[in-house]
């Protein structure tokens, strides 16, 4: 079970500033047990996003983003849903965002942070993974987590210890900014590399009491 | 001049630098300065290089300083995070020390202590940022300072990465958070220099190429294998092996690279890795 909150509506709105037609897609997993992709959630933020002149082409629920066979099954095949917009909105915990990024060729924002871990993680198999940072930057970040996929955690990378995609502290381990740079070029947001991100926020990853009294969060009561 | 005013004139710029002992005994390192002293414009001290424990950079650079040397302080991430960065800094600058090196550092399990906690807090670019932050009277919280510091701050690049793209943009971000002078990794092929100056001479800042002393052939094949961006050419892998003189040879190399690169950039910064004593024979042997 990972937990995750929304992120606030003005940081929604910031991170999707450039697009027009966005698509929504949906986890029914965790984030649902969380409220962070319910119902009344995403309708708010359609109705918002509507009035700043905004297309919602279309939604769909996964009842796990991160179980590869549900996301082939129910997103991929409703491919029609998708194909026009601009980019996809994913209500998820940070690796079903990743999970979707790593399979499209679109840009994947996150609509929500991932705080922490109550039970089990994600079981999409892969690389992906979340470190439950609270502040998810992947909309910077082409849908690859810079704090798990870096050794050293890094938001403005590649070290210099990058070397032709390999990083540096092992051989054969990708180079997490490599991956990031090669993806950003090939869905043409270099632009967004360039940027200086800004520094993380390490309390964020410190649970909300609300989030502390959730059953979810706590597997022992 | 100080070394800031000094980038500012335009002068062409030497640089080499010292690594601090592991242990207390710091004698052979202050002999090594001692012989460069009026040959070179500022001393790098390295900041626990290779992720070796090993005396500070801080007061190493303090002590060089008491001697009327000019050190630069360098700074990595690795080991700190953006209270003690910002602390250093600080102190740094109560200790009369204005130049700094600001850069991520190799991780922690290719050190002596590969069971260390990596910090990385900050990175290369942000520790600029936050170096002009205390410059302006504010710390990273926004908090005002009682006093300020002034620093000369520089930055690293690999101009032989691959691929240099993603490196090009990072070294155009630490320009942005006010890098003033570049020290670039050891540099041995001078037509790929060329076409690194010309992709950024565009942004106007000093770049000082690295020249790191060979010591074998076996050090350069080992380089070649292992260190991100450097490659010896064959031509001067053979030159060391079949030399009889490993020294004179050496020296030789790293002279005529520096005559080389010197009208392609605006400095030299010399990586003696232990043979510290050479760098004076390198620079008679460059005429410099
Ligand atoms: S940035 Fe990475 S660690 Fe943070 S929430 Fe997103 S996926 Fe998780
Ligand atoms: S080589 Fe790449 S993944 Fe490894 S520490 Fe450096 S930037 Fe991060």
Redesign the pocket.
Known sequence: MLVSELKSMDEIKEILKQEQKIFFLACLGCSDACKSSSKEELDNLEEALKSDGKTITGRVDVDFLCNKVLVKIKFLRNKDKWEGADSILVFS???G??AVSKIIRKTVY?AA??KNLGGFQGVWPGEER?????????DLTAGI????SCAKSMLNGPCGGSNEGECEVEKGRDCGWYLIYERLKAINKLADFKKIRPLRDHSRMLPKKETRGLDFYAIDR | MSFKEKLKSGKFIITSEVGPPKGTDIHVLLEDAELLRGRVDAINVTDLQSSVMRVGSLVVCHLLKQKGHEPIFQVTCRDRNRLALQSDLLSAYVLGIENVLALTGDHPVLGDHPQAKPVFDLDSVSLIQAIRKLEAGYDLADKELQGKPKFCVGAVVNPGAEPLEPQLIKFEQKIRAGAEFIQTQAVYETDKFVNFIEQVKQFKVPIFAGIVLLKSAGMARFMNKNVAGVYVPDNLIKEMEQTKDKSAQSIEIAARLIKELKPLCQGIHIMPIGWDKKVPLVLDAAGL
Not at chain 1, 130 to 138: D, R, S, T
Request: proline residues 10%; neutral net charge.
């Open positions: 915990c940070g690796v965002v990743q996150p942070n991932t979340c470190a439950q940072c609270g502040n998810c930057v992947l987590c810079p704090y798990t």
